[in-house]
């Protein structure tokens, strides 16, 4: 069947349908994907990329639907080992009283990479393919997440108060330009500038990320406005809104992606857009923790880039980005009192190409476009819970569950193969979060 | 192995942990349940069941939990088929130039007959055993559920307009008086009137309902209050809000299952609470329909019973009970402003016993207690997106995909086995849903 007039491709995905998310709303059916070195060559109809390509490997998939990965705009993925330690607890009681103290006993390299690679596993399962992580020890996070050659832009973490991982400002700042420094040039890592919070970083530490973050050309990752208790202290405190704050300091531009925002007045939300800040939104964590609801149709309507993210396992409980997308969509509704607020395909732009852009990777990932990296899903529609298939769109988001990821391949890589994860293993993952179990069970806490 | 000292059961479920639901919060660890003639014989600890017992049939799940089967409180189930047709509309662009249209066209006995049967697959998959049917056709949906052997009360519906079921108002409490009787005494089928709304039903057929429900001593099925609209609509016509008019007509008491009830007065809710009023919250379809938020944590601390229900797939767009039990925790903590609102054990009591009780079957299903049906759902916890197990009642309503269903019985009938479907043929009801699709694809709508 070798054909010396065909075009060579490493592998052809044949798929029922294929969603490439530019542009926007297109739903192609009996569509291919041809890859070559990673990368996408192609994306034409299964009958004429037969004709045009020999591929090293063919996949089919005729009831299948291809997307581009999904991208988890705000994750804690360490986190994931406290994954309903302890849940409908007041914010603060739950802060202070359990995870900061098991933080206090836990957070170390194994911890890190232990909780990222459980993390992985589940996320390669619901096919997300890249992540927003922000969290200590940047230099294990980017050594896990590059060892399951799993895309990630790894913070930089900035925080006023000492860690295991740095005990003064200087460290701090240290520590995170070496990290930065060993990973610049890595296809698959990159890095942001993280400080944790207005209420957790002074003026000068975040003078100093905006002089370094223009230097290093790498965003910058926060928590913003995520509780109105957050704005109240920050008014008492510098008389400013934090935004207002972060547009002193420089802050308030294209490099910045702000989490949350729960807390937004109508000029806020003018001049994010006019600034090009990107928001993560977090539905089921805001709701979980009773933080507030994000205004995400009036954002997107102002232009806002809108990115999803599931934050923490602790505080969500899980890195379900098809569950987030149902939830986003559904509550922007609910919020703007609109049920044509956030659309089955806003949404999955959301939460694919709107991450992208969000973690300034657009060029890469985010979409399914010839040169853009193969980061690539497959969801069997053909299941019970998605006929009949009237439209696909609305079958992603609002009936598809994670469980229908038959494949995902990253930068070309095949990551899950017809739903069995191909380089990690399962028993030794559960026996690892076994062991924390008994661990974190053994500390005492409030 | 037999001996003669030990009693007979039929079958032996050993379970890695035991939610009874009953008494409330307990989680058991290593316990079984002993099963005979279709109930439930005895809750007890593994070891202590095998001394006590010789069952006839042995399950073990060291990674599993039981659960008592889940009761999805309000449905649509023949709707299953229009899944997705028309998502992310205006609800009367929806209603009107869609879902009334397509069903001219297609409501009958195939249509109630076969989306029904999609359901029950998708229910059986996703744990839940029971439901409570709000639709046309009551003797076609009897009769399928029947023949799947699935729990159910039947709504008979009553509604001013002639539909393809009844024409006239005599016919149609005719219709439902004749459907009652034919399965009054039917072991796994229940009926109840399902009145529409209170603006598509007179305050004759309501008071006819209520004489009708105290004489058949059957519960009265009613969207109430699912949007401000229609409680607006309502003062202007009846100079009464339909709480009011309910109430007026006799109707507001321990018979009456309220669905949706987005617009409550504090006054409302407590005198639903003291009139034994039942509420069903429909979380995803009220953010999804943009209805308006039902104060579930206000009715909960009044003491009204609350149960979870999905709506019908057109507008939600699935029947999966653990998504609802998630997003109704996590939406009451965001519209209560209180992390702590439905803590996951109270969410799981709404999915269980708070459905049956609303549904007036809390003396059959609900709980796993001595003497109940054996309605019972094993979920594996001992997967990636449920570890560490730290704890077991988050791990269900916040973490647990309806995927890690195992097994399944009604009854004591085995439904689900190890995932596998006993009774139903997967394919055939795919191809049936293909069908479906390629039909309604050709009914042109606005």
Same mark, same amino acid.
């Given at each position: 069947?070798?054909?010396?007039?065909?075009?060579?491709?490493?592998?052809?995905?044949?798929?029922?349908?294929?969603?490439?998310?530019?542009?926007?709303?297109?739903?192609?059916?009996?569509?291919?994907?041809?890859?070559?070195?990673?990368?996408?060559?192609?994306?034409?109809?299964?009958?004429?990329?037969?004709?045009?390509?020999?591929?090293?490997?063919?996949?089919?998939?005729?009831?299948?639907?291809?997307?581009?990965?999904?991208?988890? #705009?705000?994750?804690?993925?360490?986190?994931?080992?406290?994954?309903?330690?302890?849940?409908?607890?007041?914010?603060?009681?739950?802060?202070?009283?359990?995870?900061?103290?098991?933080?206090?006993?836990?957070?170390?390299?194994?911890?890190?990479?232990?909780?990222?690679?459980?993390?992985?596993?589940?996320?390669?399962?619901?096919?997300?393919?890249?992540?927003?992580?922000?969290?200590?020890?940047?230099?294990?996070?980017?050594?896990?997440?590059?060892?399951?050659?799993?895309?990630?832009?790894?913070?930089?973490?900035?925080?006023?108060?000492?860690?295991?991982?740095?005990?003064?400002?200087?460290?701090?700042?240290?520590?995170?330009?070496?990290?930065?420094?060993?990973?610049?040039?890595?296809?698959?890592?990159?890095?942001?500038?993280?400080?944790?919070?207005?209420?957790?970083?002074?003026?000068?530490?975040?003078?100093?990320?905006?002089?370094?973050?223009?230097?290093?050309?790498?965003?910058?990752?926060?928590?913003?406005?995520?509780?109105?208790?957050?704005?109240?202290?920050?008014?008492?405190?510098?008389?400013?809104?934090?935004?207002?704050?972060?547009?002193?300091?420089?802050?308030?531009?294209?490099?910045? /992606?702000?989490?949350?925002?729960?807390?937004?007045?109508?000029?806020?939300?003018?001049?994010?857009?006019?600034?090009?800040?990107?928001?993560?939104?977090?539905?089921?964590?805001?709701?979980?923790?009773?933080?507030?609801?994000?205004?995400?149709?009036?954002?997107?309507?102002?232009?806002?880039?809108?990115?999803?993210?599931?934050?923490?396992?602790?505080?969500?409980?899980?890195?379900?980005?098809?569950?987030?997308?149902?939830?986003?969509?559904?509550?922007?509704?609910?919020?703007?009192?609109?049920?044509?607020?956030?659309?089955?395909?806003?949404?999955?732009?959301?939460?694919?190409?709107?991450?992208?852009?969000?973690?300034?990777?657009?060029?890469?990932?985010?979409?399914?476009?010839?040169?853009?990296?193969?980061?690539?899903?497959?969801?069997?529609?053909?299941?019970?819970?998605?006929?009949?298939?009237?439209?696909?769109?609305?079958?992603?988001?609002?009936?598809?569950?994670?469980?229908?990821?038959?494949?995902?391949?990253?930068?070309?890589?095949?990551?899950?193969?017809?739903?069995?994860?191909?380089?990690?293993?399962?028993?030794?993952?559960? #026996?690892?979060?076994?062991?924390?179990?008994?661990? /974190?069970?053994?500390?005492?806490?409030?």
């Amino acid at each position: 069947m070798t054909d010396g007039a065909r075009e060579h491709c490493d592998l052809l995905i044949e798929a029922g349908h294929v969603v490439p998310v530019h542009p926007h709303g297109v739903v192609l059916a009996d569509h291919a994907i041809a890859v070559s070195n990673g990368l996408v060559v192609a994306v034409l109809p299964t009958a004429e990329a037969r004709t045009r390509f020999a591929a090293a490997q063919v996949v089919a998939r005729p009831d299948g639907c291809v997307i581009p990965g999904l991208v988890n #705009a705000h994750v804690h993925n360490p986190m994931t080992l406290l994954r309903g330690v302890a849940d409908d607890l007041p914010l603060m009681e739950w802060l202070q009283g359990h995870i900061w103290p098991l933080e206090a006993q836990l957070i170390g390299p194994a911890f890190v990479a232990d909780g990222i690679s459980l993390a992985i596993a589940e996320m390669l399962r619901g096919g997300t393919t890249c992540c927003n992580e922000n969290y200590f020890f940047p230099d294990v996070q980017a050594a896990t997440y590059k060892h399951h050659g799993f895309r990630a832009r790894i913070g930089l973490p900035i925080i006023d108060f000492p860690s295991a991982w740095a005990r003064t400002d200087d460290e701090y700042f240290d520590r995170a330009t070496e990290v930065h420094d060993q990973w610049r040039r890595d296809p698959l890592i990159a890095t942001a500038f993280a400080p944790h919070a207005p209420y957790t970083v002074s003026d000068a530490n975040f003078e100093r990320i905006r002089m370094l973050s223009d230097q290093l050309d790498i965003p910058v990752h926060c928590h913003v406005h995520e509780t109105e208790a957050e704005v109240g202290e920050s008014v008492q405190k510098f008389g400013q809104r934090p935004l207002a704050r972060l547009d002193r300091l420089g802050l308030l531009n294209d490099r910045l /992606i702000a989490v949350h925002m729960t807390q937004l007045t109508d000029a806020e939300i003018a001049q994010c857009a006019e600034r090009g800040v990107s928001v993560v939104h977090c539905a089921e964590s805001n709701l979980k923790l009773a933080s507030g609801f994000c205004p995400v149709a009036k954002l997107q309507r102002a232009g806002v880039t809108v990115a999803l993210g599931t934050d923490g396992a602790a505080s969500n409980n899980d890195l379900d980005m098809f569950g987030e997308m149902r939830s986003a969509a559904l509550l922007a509704k609910g919020v703007a009192s609109d049920p044509c607020a956030m659309d089955a395909a806003t949404t999955l732009r959301a939460a694919t190409l709107g991450g992208a852009m969000a973690m300034g990777m657009d060029h890469l990932v985010g979409t399914i476009e010839p040169g853009k990296q193969a980061d690539l899903v497959c969801v069997d529609l053909a299941q019970v819970e998605t006929q009949p298939l009237h439209h696909v769109a609305s079958q992603l988001v609002y009936a598809c569950g994670r469980d229908q990821v038959t494949d995902v391949w990253i930068g070309g890589h095949r990551k899950l193969d017809g739903r069995v994860l191909v380089d990690i293993h399962i028993a030794g993952l559960l #026996a690892n979060a076994r062991q924390w179990r008994e661990r /974190i069970a053994g500390i005492k806490t409030r």
